[in-house]
């Protein structure tokens, strides 16, 4: 509730502020529109004067010459002029005076030089307002004026007319004529600061009498629309309205903007900076409370040591830890009631905490042991900070610590875990090695010197490839393939044995049965390999033996198997043999020259293993070869009933797919895919060929039927096969020999049920 109360205050405050602000704003309204009246009243009252003075002054003029028309109906010129002239003096805004004895002009002065006014009859000549106001005064008797408006400016001139009766008769009875007074309107009315530019009044006349036509004589027009001030000027036979207002109009004052502006920013501000103090102010509160709650309910071990080493503060955290109740350990030493006096290395721990308050910064980390009240050994590992007073000097000690019991406990079994560990690695006769993520030594095994001559300086953080024969390399990486696929964010998925020739201190080569497995990160990115090899040499020499001897038995057969293939041809020659003698002739002769091509075969199939093989390459039309296979299967193919298919994609001549190869080798290693097939797609089933030009050449041999499981991981393999497979398994192993040769690989897809793809890729 309290805290609602205290954010209401800002809100309260900022309508006091605006009230405030509201009433200013009024107040400036009100005294500005005050002065504003009071200045647009006195000018008002001064141009009246001003008016009103040179209308006297002109009316003045008119009575002295009516005075003296009563006296000298008849003047002579010279009479008039001097008169005239001297009543004109105190009159400049007066252009002239005129007499018209019964309405014609009969004298003027100052005289014209044209002498076209002398003579006319005001009464029938001139402009309508003219005429018409003669004859109003003289029916009326009185003093008539018009103000002739010329222009768009303003009024251009003055007429004042004034009937004579000598005999002081009205209407026609005794009259004399006329006097007429033309007065210049601008001087009239600038003299009067009427129409000035410049003023911040402005001032404006408008004929008001009874020939009004709402005419605006003198200023600005549109003070009229400005609900100005007015008064009325008494003018003969008349009155004119006299309007004025403030230059700027009655707007509000200059300081009203500022004033709202200011008083719009300080009801802002105010509220704002007051909303800001109390937010700080409880959020400060509300800081020290959630402090006093963190501090209290943290999941770790809060202290404060004062310069004695005494205890003068710890949360409810480390009271349960310590075994202690509320407050007991206040006042207390540090060392001899939670850390013992000595550590285990026999130093005292008074001495250590010494130097820690003379010098936090030192050690602003360590681990100590510590004791509980029930004697219990626990391990703590502190984080130091000093604690200033207000002068900066060091008042105390802030310490944070974390329970690591079970981590030093673990850390224990760990080291007698690596103790037995490296106990087993050193003494076993197998190599044990490990792999970093970029495959290079970071453990072996002091048997690898036993074996191979190489120190371990020499081994650890080389590339594995280093120390492997090129042969070797492609099995290796073929391993980390196979690893790939089958390693996942759960864990390794699998492991590899292959059998790796390593080289030696000396450069001689020793073979290693060498089992890898990954080592994989919590996200499930491989880091390093794990291996165990064994010395696989004396085995290995073992088949190779076994190899010399069967190349010798192979190239022996050659000799026997040439008479065996000649013979046939002699025995034709002698002639007189019968069909059944020359059908066996044939069947021997066929399988004599089928036994050498094999044999033939498998010596090449050793060159190539120990790449030694040269090819001879031509260029090969691969879909002639590929139509030829076809039409060789043709009678496998009618008595499965499989459609097959081939088609080439890409390269120059869209249709045709040439590349340089050893002719007899790429025909036998698409003849072994292609036969394998078709015998193993089903009954009714098909198979297709798709020829890809673009960098490379890639074939790929789809059928329908896929590849056994048993026989998955080693299809590739030399003599692999599955149960129920009549071949030697040999075909798919001296394929993907054939092809590696050529620079090029071979590899087969199983991922989609039902069918097996086998692509060969090569390099154009």
């Not at 949360?315 to 030493?333: M, Q, S, T, W």
């Not at 009631?337 to 910064?361: A, F, H, I, Q």
Request: hydrophobic share 40%; with cysteine.
């Amino acid at each position: 509730m309290l805290k609602r109360i205290t954010y209401l205050i800002p809100p309260l405050i900022g309508l006091m502020v605006a009230a405030m602000v509201y009433i200013g704003y009024r107040a400036d309204l009100d005294n500005h529109a005050q002065k504003n009246h009071a200045r647009v009243l006195q000018v008002l009252n001064e141009t009246r004067a001003t008016l009103e003075a040179s209308l006297g002054a002109s009316v003045h003029l008119i009575g002295s010459m009516e005075a003296f028309l009563k006296v000298n109906p008849e003047p002579s010129r010279a009479e008039f002029e001097v008169l005239a002239g001297s009543l004109m003096a105190d009159v400049p805004a007066v252009r002239s005076l005129m007499l018209a004895r019964n309405d014609v002009v009969t004298r003027i002065f100052p005289r014209p030089t044209d002498g076209k006014v002398l003579g006319r009859d005001l009464s029938k000549v001139g402009p309508v307002a003219l005429r018409t106001l003669v004859q109003r005064a003289k029916e009326t008797g009185q003093r008539q004026i018009l103000a002739q408006e010329q222009h768009s400016h303003g009024v251009e001139e003055i007429t004042i007319l004034a009937p004579v009766h000598p005999s002081g008769g009205k209407g026609s009875d005794g009259y004399w004529g006329l006097v007429c007074v033309r007065i210049d309107g601008a001087a009239f009315f600038r003299n009067a600061g009427i129409g000035l530019s410049g003023n911040d009044v402005i001032l404006a006349v408008r004929d008001g009498g009874l020939l009004a036509t709402e005419t605006v004589l003198a200023g600005d027009p549109v003070v009229f629309d400005m609900v100005p001030m007015v008064q009325t000027i008494r003018v003969p036979s008349g009155e004119w309205v006299l309007a004025a207002a403030p230059g700027g109009g009655w707007g509000g004052s200059p300081y009203s903007a500022a004033i709202l502006f200011g008083g719009g920013v300080a009801t802002i501000l105010i509220p704002a900076s007051l909303w800001a103090v109390v937010a700080m102010i409880l959020g400060r509160l509300k800081d020290r409370e959630r402090y006093y709650q963190l501090v209290h309910n943290a999941k770790s071990i809060i202290l404060r040591i004062n310069m004695d080493g005494d205890i003068v503060f710890c949360n409810e955290y480390a009271e349960d830890f310590y075994g202690y109740d509320p407050g007991e350990l206040l006042g207390k030493p540090l060392v001899g009631t939670l850390v013992s006096r000595k550590s285990l290395e026999g130093k005292s721990m008074r001495r250590y905490l010494d130097r820690l308050l003379n010098n936090p910064s030192a050690h602003p980390f360590n681990e100590t042991m510590n004791i509980r009240k029930n004697g219990e050994i626990v391990w703590v590992a502190w984080a130091n900070d000093s604690v200033k007073a207000g002068d900066g000097t060091v008042a105390g000690l802030l310490c944070v610590g974390t329970d690591i019991t079970d981590r030093k406990l673990m850390e224990e079994a760990l080291r007698q875990r690596e103790k037995q560990y490296r106990l087993l690695a050193e003494n076993v006769t197998d190599i044990i090695w490990g792999l970093d993520a970029d495959y290079r030594f970071t453990y072996v095994s002091p048997s690898d010197e036993a074996v191979r001559g190489f120190k371990r300086y020499d081994v650890l953080g080389r590339p594995i490839t280093d120390f492997l024969t090129p042969a070797s390399r492609r099995i290796f990486e073929d391993a980390l393939r196979v690893l790939d696929d089958a390693d996942g964010p759960q864990g390794p998925g699998t492991s590899v044995t292959e059998d790796l020739e390593f080289i030696c201190a000396d450069g001689s080569t020793v073979w290693l049965e060498s089992h890898l497995g990954t080592l994989l990160s919590e996200e499930g990115e491989r880091i390093g390999l794990q291996g165990v090899s064994r010395d696989i040499t004396d085995r290995k020499l073992a088949e190779a033996l076994r190899d010399d001897v069967e190349r010798m038995a192979r190239h022996d057969l050659k000799t026997p198997l040439g008479a065996v293939i000649s013979l046939p041809e002699e025995i034709r020659k002698i002639g007189r043999l019968s069909a059944p003698q020359e059908a066996m002739l044939k069947t021997i002769e066929n399988a004599g020259a089928t036994m050498l091509e094999l044999i033939n075969r498998s010596l090449d199939l050793y060159k190539m293993e120990c790449g030694t093989y040269v090819l001879e390459r031509t260029t090969v039309d691969v879909l002639d070869v590929l139509e030829n296979i076809k039409a060789e299967a043709l009678p496998q193919i009618r008595e499965k009933g499989i459609s097959m298919g081939i088609e080439a994609r890409g390269g120059p001549n869209p249709g045709s797919a040439v590349i340089s190869a050893d002719a007899e080798l790429f025909r036998s290693m698409l003849a072994n895919l292609m036969v394998n097939a078709i015998q193993a797609s089903p009954e009714s089933g098909s198979v297709s060929v798709l020829i890809e030009l673009e960098r490379d050449l890639t074939i790929t041999i789809r059928n329908q039927g896929e590849v056994p499981c048993s026989v998955r991981d080693t299809f590739f393999d030399k003599y692999s096969t599955s149960s129920t497979a009549r071949g030697s398994g040999l075909g798919t192993y001296s394929a993907r020999l054939i092809a590696r040769t050529h620079g090029g690989d071979i590899n087969v897809e199983t991922w989609k049920p039902g069918e097996t793809s086998v692509i060969i890729t090569l390099p154009q």
